[in-house]
């Protein structure tokens, strides 16, 4: 069945094509670029940007995978959660597409097409299993006892571990976003230079990164512009370690906790080296087997949510059109 997916959540505008939920015929991206210089997204300027290259985008989404649109069979869009302007811009195209030629439309929850990444590309992923989301607005423990039935273990009191890595690549004048960025500075330098604050490391499943973001701000700001700059590749190192420290230590846990065999992780963070290969390790020591998407399919794009939108069709059926762009739309 193929299927259309649409994403306008944030700021990127991304179009689609993907065959019965796990084979991607086109994921056309675009990252709106514009929102660096305010060191944000501004919404009214993304739901703009959406607008003008919606259109577009859908056309190279056709040409990339070679279909017309007469042999697209289902529509899915992101309808939450995320920024009301954008959403309303990819879903009203989405309805419209969906209207005009007569097709089923589902509206698709953001979260569960992250966790979808995973379900495209692994076919062999158990029903049963635990995911890790962390994004830029969400970090999230839930135990997905088959697809659509979720249980949320913890999530996150105040930061999100994406928003953690964003702010302080913003202290360190690292530009927005910033999560690849101190990835990749890490690389060069010692997790163990500082030792920052592990919050809530060994209580239950909810994770709090503000406190940590504040740490090394006050160290940071400490330092004199040329330690700044000897030291930045350690701060960024040990700021990560303290990051990933925790979301795998929870993560393992709560694997042995509900006894699932199968761990994934998801959305923008999931793209950290250093998270992948420590929970990798510490996963096969558990005796789990660790699954994680694509480097394109962990930042926001639309392959991720046609591949959800085809599984919620398949369980449930089509979305009535009435339905509205939900900004705080919850996952369970
Ligand atoms: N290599 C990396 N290491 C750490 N963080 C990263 C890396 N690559 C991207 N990120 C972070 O991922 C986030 C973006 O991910 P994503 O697109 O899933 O978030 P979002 O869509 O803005 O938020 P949400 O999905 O919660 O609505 C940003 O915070 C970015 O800094
Ligand atoms: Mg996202």
């Known amino acids: 069945m193929l299927t259309l997916g649409i994403e306008t959540s944030c700021d990127e505008t991304s179009v689609a094509l993907v065959d019965s939920g796990r084979e991607i015929r086109s994921n056309v991206i675009l990252s709106q670029a514009i929102h660096g210089k305010f060191g944000g997204v501004v919404p009214e300027v993304a739901s703009r940007e959406h607008v003008k290259t919606i259109i577009p985008i859908y056309r190279q989404a056709l040409e990339e995978a070679k279909v017309d649109p007469a042999d697209i069979q289902l529509v899915a869009a992101t309808m939450g959660p995320g920024l009301v302007g954008p959403l309303l811009v990819g879903l009203s195209f989405a309805k419209g597409m969906a209207w005009a030629r007569d097709l089923p439309f589902v509206g698709v929850n953001h979260m569960e097409g992250h966790l979808a990444a995973n379900l495209l590309e692994q076919p062999d992923l158990d029903d049963n299993h635990l995911t ?3 994004s830029g607005g969400h970090t999230m423990l839930v135990h997905v006892k088959s697809f659509a039935e979720y249980e949320i273990l913890g999530r996150t009191v105040d930061d999100a571990a994406g928003e953690a890595f964003d702010k302080v690549a913003k202290i360190m004048g690292l ?5 690849a960025a101190i990835d990749k500075l890490a690389k060069g330098g010692d997790p163990r230079f500082v030792a920052f604050p592990r919050a ?12 940590l973001k504040t740490a090394v701000s006050l160290h940071w700001n400490k330092l004199s512009g040329e330690e ?6 350690d701060i960024a190192a040990s700021f990560q370690d303290a990051v990933v420290d925790v979301l795998v230590e929870k993560t393992v846990r709560a694997a042995m906790d509900t006894r699932v065999t199968d761990v994934t992780i998801s959305g923008g963070v999931a793209a950290n080296s250093r998270l992948r290969t420590v929970m990798a390790e510490k996963l096969k020591r558990a005796g789990k087997r660790f699954f ?4 394109s399919l ?9 591949a959800a939108g085809y599984f919620r069709y398949k369980k449930s059926g089509p979305t009535e ?5 939900v900004p705080y739309l919850p996952l369970e």
Do not use: E, W
């Open 175 to 179: 530009g927005y976003p910033g999560g």
């Open 298 to 306: 962990c930042t926001d794009n639309a392959a991720m949510i046609a």
């Open 292 to 295: 994680y998407p694509s480097m």
């Open 228 to 233: 700044q700059q000897q030291q930045a590749a």
């Open 200 to 211: 809530m490391r060994k209580d239950g499943y909810q994770f709090s990164f503000s406190g």
């Open 132 to 134: 890790l989301i962390v």
């Open 321 to 325: 059109f009435v339905i509205d762009a």
